[in-house]
């Protein structure tokens, strides 16, 4: 999850935002249509992809059995609601940030600034987008709370790889909905160091040549040797065994045609790097090992935040109709 609200921080693609309404209420805090809609663009720019081009698709096409649109708004509200928990339950908990974590929090606020180009800039996106300086502070301050809580977790209760096999076991098809595993073979169509295209007849022959190892894969060959043979891959020599990866860590091409196909079926794709031969691989626990033990710590600080809700009356109200609204 912070990794998706870090990456938050720092999106520079937000669409334009309504009226700052409220859609939900933590504690003493409001967020607002704006706000909201900050998170909602940059969860839709995450799952967008060949289906989900226009707003029309957001409304008709599905994820995992739900509306696009209504897949999205659950995740942005999600992230919205927890960061303001993160705040409000730490310091009702007496857990504040110490001299040194306040300017952690001042320097990330100041690269948000930098990254929309210095003061004035950043004023003026505040504005269009009906969000205030308080609020990008706030998902500052949230990400530097959770570190906190993260590491009170460990120290209070450190997760054991029993703890870490259980989750697995109780969680496998979600896990492998949320992670994939897969070796590829990559036929580069641009110069890796200037990034720029290679001519349309060299990357003729670069097809042609992918063309030809899948043929031969799809006729019996191994597909390893021809990987260690032909791929231009630099990462082949740290990840022999294959990529580990969840949501929006891929090119959008090469994670869609991994989805597109079961364990041990092969697929070629193209993105913008170039051809891509991908073989899809079962998932298993020690290859999400260190990703499940983030997820199993995660779950901690969440029931530790809902400890605190309690203890401390913090209340959580959503506006059903406020968020129905917003496209």
């Avoid at 799952?47 to 599905?62: H, N, P, R, V, Y």
């Avoid at 007496?94 to 003061?119: A, H």
């Avoid at 022959?205 to 630099?234: C, H, Q, W």
């Avoid at 022999?240 to 079926?265: K, L, R």
Wanted: hydrophobic share 30%.
């Amino acid at each position: 999850m912070k990794k998706i609200i870090l990456m938050l921080v720092f999106c520079m693609l937000l669409a334009s935002c309504t009226a700052g309404k409220t859609v939900a209420t933590v504690g003493n805090t409001k967020i607002t249509t704006g706000e909201f809609e900050f998170y909602l663009s940059s969860i839709k720019n995450q799952l967008s992809g060949t289906e989900l081009t226009t707003e029309e698709d957001w409304q008709t096409q599905e994820i995992e059995g739900k509306k696009a649109i209504d897949v999205a708004k659950q995740r942005a509200l999600d992230i919205a609601i927890s960061n303001v928990e993160y705040c409000e339950a730490s310091k009702k908990a007496g857990i504040n940030l110490t001299q040194d974590e306040k300017k952690q929090v001042e320097q990330m606020k100041n690269r948000v600034i930098e990254s929309y180009g210095g003061k004035e800039k950043y004023k003026t996106f505040l504005k269009e987008n009906n969000i205030t300086d308080k609020f990008i502070e706030l998902m500052c301050e949230s990400t530097v709370y959770y570190s906190k809580l993260e590491k009170m977790v460990e120290e209070e209760s450190p997760i054991t790889e029993e703890e870490e096999q259980k989750y697995f076991d109780n969680n496998k098809e979600t896990v492998e909905t949320e992670y994939r595993k897969a070796k590829h073979i990559l036929f580069l169509t641009q110069d890796m160091n200037t990034k720029e295209s290679f001519s349309e007849e060299k990357q003729n022959e670069v097809k042609a040549l992918a063309d030809s190892v899948l043929k031969r894969i799809n006729a019996g060959e191994d597909f390893d040797s021809l990987m260690r043979e032909y791929t231009e891959d630099p990462g082949l020599e740290t990840n022999p065994e294959g990529y580990v990866f969840g949501s929006g860590e891929m090119v959008a091409e090469f994670e869609q045609a991994t989805d597109s196909i079961g364990f041990g079926e092969i697929i070629m794709c193209k993105s913008n790097y170039g051809y891509h031969i991908i073989k899809r691989l079962p998932i298993s626990f020690d290859d999400v090992k260190e990703k499940i033990k983030k997820q199993v710590i995660e779950e901690k600080v969440k029931n530790q935040i809902k400890d605190w809700e309690k203890e401390y009356n913090i209340s959580v109200k959503t506006n059903e109709e406020n968020i129905k609204a917003i496209k």
